[in-house]
């Protein structure tokens, strides 16, 4: 296990494409973080750079104070599943696990005693006697996730394993990761387009787009104080409401507005917008933090029902505030479409971001 | 009123039963989802729709007239398919066209629709581009507008967004939704994805080993099953079953399972004393606190050991006397180390089925 460091790396494919742009973050040894993008977002570069597959176009990565940038990808010992799963066909379900083992030539006592573990781990025993390739994809996933996490590498590349995988079959894959996270403590990046494995596995998150890192921090924080609106859309599911509004001072408020949406903030709280020269700015809310009524209520905003999802789970309801169009979340709220609701914003849970997108409050 | 109609519709390939005399009517200007797991038989059924595979037994019927042997070019029905190919040689504009041209209309009409499609699925600024300059995401968009440029009766898609990126599949689901109803066209959406029915279908069809269990509107097969078999499979995260005794006592009903006791003397004309019975509580209608609720609920003690917090809702996995539950909360909700709670639900929610047939009873 080993502290990840990346410096200043940057990749350019071909001379043109910048895939990764001057990043640089650190893994702590033992934690497990989720890298978080949009496909084409650079993420995958980024694995392969540091599992040594891509040589960066500048930049370095250590492992621990070894500076690894020059090293071929057998020298690093790093350990990598990828979004197909990655199983010898033809061997069983015991040699794929023992063969990482064996090419360290480990003696067969202890050989037999990790397979016997790790199998048990997985929950994956019955099927050790199997040739690999007759299995499902999620078995073959979870052999493929066994070889990765058998053989003590200096730091585990999971690259959206569970993409191809059935959804009954993802959840039980991904329990199995977390039980690893919370149980062994191996330096682990998780590449996921998927928000809701980067806040459920990750310790931490670090979010890419077009190349750059915009936020690394705690799921909490990502999820509650993203660093700009793209963040703000990109996790949540709907992402978060963004209604572009003009803002003004009245007495000890200041009032944002944009059509039939008017919301006050207190001045105290709220003026760091005033130098926001254009006089706009973006207001975000999350539409499970959205107050709904059918009765009228004070300072609340007329929309209509324009989509109606339920979604077993909780309600999706879309709501037509003359030309902005919101989602909001509720677990209870049972509406036709056409039917008019009022809606409020809670202060507490108001977002506001600058026209560039980055947060401001 | 046009329909499309599946008629006792049986294939098998070699040994393999993969559709075993499937029936149902799908009404003309609706969306429905044919659900089930991954080698269910619902990718067959599209293709015997389609006409690219051919029925061992049953028949097809498109607005009352038999199209079961008729090939699919002749069918006037469309088709998208989870693996789309795109011409690499030809634009955007071009592959959306393609399917126009074979059809010999003029060129301002053609421009027209291809136009219309484009803007409906935002691929507008795209027109000019090759399928090699365009993400996965917009790749599949083109694939979709290609198919539903033409003016067919129905519309296939076999798990169209299946490999597109979370986010595009959030977007593309309500897009498609809003497609159905505004341009009042008849989908029928393959998927392993309860949430893909839950979300944008009117109605589901819930096949598995090649049978229809039930077919219906969304709503009604998710809040009341038929049997076990499509609580089961038909839900996400999977609901929570547990084996129950009823048994009277001073004159009253009750439903004891190893964890709790409910009063369903109210049920009594559907239910027998000294029989076995499934009770089958969806994770959403489970709540938690911190003591017993009194109240109408019922309440006991479980151990929380992990939770999973997908976007602003938490998927808790408990356990309780030996057993397993999941419980869904609608915000957000961490758990370092396994943690005693009690959860509670209401029984209105209760979903009851005959542990000898799996039929539901309540």
């Known amino acids: ?361 | 009123m046009a329909e499309l109609k599946i008629e006792n519709i049986s294939k098998r390939f070699m040994d393999k039963v993969v559709l075993d005399d499937v029936s149902l009517i799908i009404p003309h200007k609706s969306f429905t989802v044919i659900y089930g797991k991954a080698g269910a038989g619902k990718t067959t059924l599209l293709r015997i729709i389609a006409g690219v595979e051919k029925p061992d037994k049953g028949r097809i019927y498109l607005n009352g007239k038999d199209i079961t042997d008729l090939p699919p070019k002749d069918r006037n029905i469309a088709m998208v398919y989870q693996n789309f190919a795109l011409y690499p040689h030809m634009t955007v504009y071009d592959n959306i066209a393609n399917p126009l041209r074979a059809r010999k209309l003029t060129k301002s009409q053609i421009d027209e629709k291809v136009n219309k499609i484009s803007e409906t699925l935002g691929i507008r600024e795209l027109l000019s581009r090759y399928p090699k300059e365009l993400s996965g995401g917009q790749a599949q968009r083109v694939a979709i507008a290609r198919a539903l440029v033409r003016d067919a009766d129905v519309y296939l898609l076999d798990e169209p967004l299946t490999n597109l990126d979370y986010k595009i599949r959030e977007a593309m689901r309500e897009e498609l939704k809003n497609m159905c109803k505004d341009l009042s066209l008849t989908f029928v959406y393959a998927s392993p994805d309860p949430l893909d029915a839950l979300m944008m279908a009117d109605k589901v069809a819930v096949i598995n080993n090649g049978k229809l269990l039930q077919y219906g509107l969304t709503k009604d097969v998710y809040y009341s099953p038929k049997d076990i078999e499509v609580a089961t499979i038909f839900g996400s995260p999977p609901i929570n079953m547990f084996e129950s005794y009823a048994k009277e006592e001073n004159g009253r009903l009750f439903l004891e399972t190893r964890l709790f006791k409910i009063d369903v003397t109210k049920y009594k004309d559907k239910l027998l004393p000294n029989k076995e019975y499934k009770i089958g509580i969806r994770p959403h209608h489970l709540a938690i606190s911190k003591g017993i609720q009194a109240n109408e609920t019922i309440s006991f003690p479980v151990e929380l050991y992990l939770t999973h917090v997908v976007g602003a809702e938490t998927i808790c996995y408990a356990r309780s006397n030996g057993l397993e539950i999941t419980i869904y909360l609608p915000y957000i909700y961490r758990i370092n180390y396994p943690e005693k709670v009690y959860t509670y639900f209401n029984p209105e929610h209760l979903l009851v089925f005959d542990k000898d047939n799996g039929l539901k009873v309540i």
């Open chain 1, 1 to 361: 296990m080993s502290k990840i460091t990346l410096k200043n790396i940057t990749h350019i494919y071909n001379g043109k494409v910048k895939a990764v742009d001057n990043l640089s973050m650190e893994v702590d040894n033992g934690k497990l973080i989720a890298l978080l993008g949009p496909s084409g977002c650079g993420k995958t570069t980024l694995m392969r750079i540091i599992a040594g597959l891509i040589r960066p176009t500048t930049g370095d990565v250590y492992f621990d104070e070894d500076r690894v940038t020059d090293m071929e990808p057998e020298q690093r010992n790093v350990a990598m599943v990828f979004q197909f799963p990655v199983v010898y066909a033809t061997m069983t379900v015991y040699d794929n696990l023992a063969f990482p083992l064996r090419a360290k030539k480990l003696g067969n006592e202890e050989i037999r005693r990790r397979v016997k573990n790790m199998a048990e781990f997985l929950e994956i025993t019955p099927y050790l006697n199997m040739k690999a390739g007759k299995l499902n994809a999620a078995l073959k996933q979870l052999t493929s996730l066994g070889r990765a996490l058998i053989r003590d590498a200096r730091c585990v590349l999971l690259d959206e394993p569970l993409t191809n995988i059935d959804p009954s079959s993802r959840l039980l894959i991904r329990e199995k990761i977390l039980k690893w996270r919370l149980e062994r403590k191996q330096t682990t990046i998780y590449v996921t387009h998927d928000q809701s494995e980067a806040l459920t596995l990750g310790e931490m998150i670090a979010v890419m787009n077009k190349g750059v890192l915009l936020q690394y921090d705690t799921p909490y924080n990502v999820y509650e104080k993203p660093a700009n609106s793209f963040i703000a859309y990109f996790i949540g599911n709907p992402g978060m409401n963004l209604i572009e509004c003009s803002f003004k001072k009245v007495g000890s408020k200041i009032v944002f507005e944009s059509g039939c949406v008017k919301v006050s903030l207190p001045y105290e709280f709220a003026k760091a917008v005033e130098k926001e020269a254009s006089g706009k700015v973006i207001l975000g809310i999350r539409p499970e933090h959205i107050k709904l009524s059918k009765q009228k209520i004070e300072d609340g905003m007329l929309g209509t029902c324009v989509l109606f999802e339920d979604m077993g789970v909780t309600k999706v309801i879309n709501l037509q505030l003359n030309s902005t169009r919101i989602r909001v979340k509720n677990p209870e709220f049972e509406v036709k479409v056409g039917e008019s609701l009022y809606v409020t914003f809670p202060e507490e849970h108001i977002r506001i971001f600058n026209l560039n997108g980055e947060m401001i409050l």
